[in-house]
T-cell receptor
Framework: EAQVTQNPRYLITVTGKKLTVTCSQNMNHEYMSWYRQDPGLGLRQIYYSMNVEVTDKGDVPEGYKVSRKEKRNFPLILESPSPNQTSLYFC??????????????FGPGTRLTVL | GIQVEQSPPDLILQEGANSTLRCNFSDSVNNLQWFHQNPWGQLINLFYIPSGTKQNGRLSATTVATERYSLLYISSSQTTDSGVYFCAVEWLPYKLSFGAGTTVTVRA
């Protein structure tokens, strides 16, 4: 089954404790991206990757890191989480179509609470 | 960056009714997509529609890129159509911006 998986689905942590949210896709997509969803704001792009070893900042990259060492995986790293990073996080992937994205497929989401 | 505005913010429908959701954007875009977020939080792509009109069952969408808007039509609404509808635009290569969404509630 074609899918995007995220782990963990729920996480409660404390300020400053490093954490990683994993994202994996099995569709051989070149493009992957992370978003955060906050009430009233829609989804905002954190980082994206056009292919292995190629990443770039989205609209709200502060406090986050990413890496793309394999095509299927795109982990999101919070090195020192703060309460303002409490949010619902989504990973997405798509084919890359001539220098832009194609239909986006989303993971199930990770609800993160930072105390 | 680009501004993406969706209207109305909230919509309450009686089952069987038709509705139109609108997405306006402030600059030219590479493509536009519509998504549905169901009450369990899952995001599903409805349409990839940089221009023109597409239909999928009771849903259809039209994008007029030259006038910077897109419309999503829901016909004969059902309770399963409830949720939040988002439009997203790719305004620079690989950079996507989402609207704040339209929350649709369909009552039986």
């Amino acid at each position: 089954e074609a899918q995007v998986t995220q782990n963990p689905r729920y996480l409660i942590t404390v300020t400053g404790k490093k954490l990683t949210v994993t994202c994996s896709q099995n569709m051989n997509h070149e493009y992957m991206s992370w978003y955060r969803q906050d009430p009233g704001l829609g989804l905002r792009q954190i980082y994206y990757s056009m292919n292995v070893e190629v990443t770039d900042k989205g609209d709200v990259p502060e406090g986050y890191k990413v890496s793309r060492k394999e095509k299927r995986n795109f982990p999101l790293i919070l090195e020192s989480p703060s309460p303002n990073q409490t949010s619902l996080y989504f990973c997405a992937s798509s084919l890359s179509r001539g220098g832009s994205t194609d239909t986006q497929y989303f993971g199930p989401g990770t609800r993160l609470t930072v105390l | 960056g680009i501004q993406v505005e969706q209207s109305p913010p909230d919509l309450i429908l009686q089952e069987g009714a038709n509705s139109t959701l609108r997405c306006n954007f402030s600059d030219s875009v590479n493509n536009l997509q519509w998504f549905h977020q169901n009450p369990w939080g899952q995001l599903i792509n409805l349409f990839y529609i940089p221009s023109g009109t597409k239909q999928n069952g009771r849903l259809s969408a039209t994008t007029v890129a030259t006038e910077r808007y897109s419309l999503l039509y829901i016909s004969s609404s059902q309770t399963t159509d409830s949720g939040v509808y988002f439009c997203a635009v790719e305004w620079l290569p690989y950079k996507l911006s989402f609207g704040a969404g339209t929350t649709v509630t369909v009552r039986a």
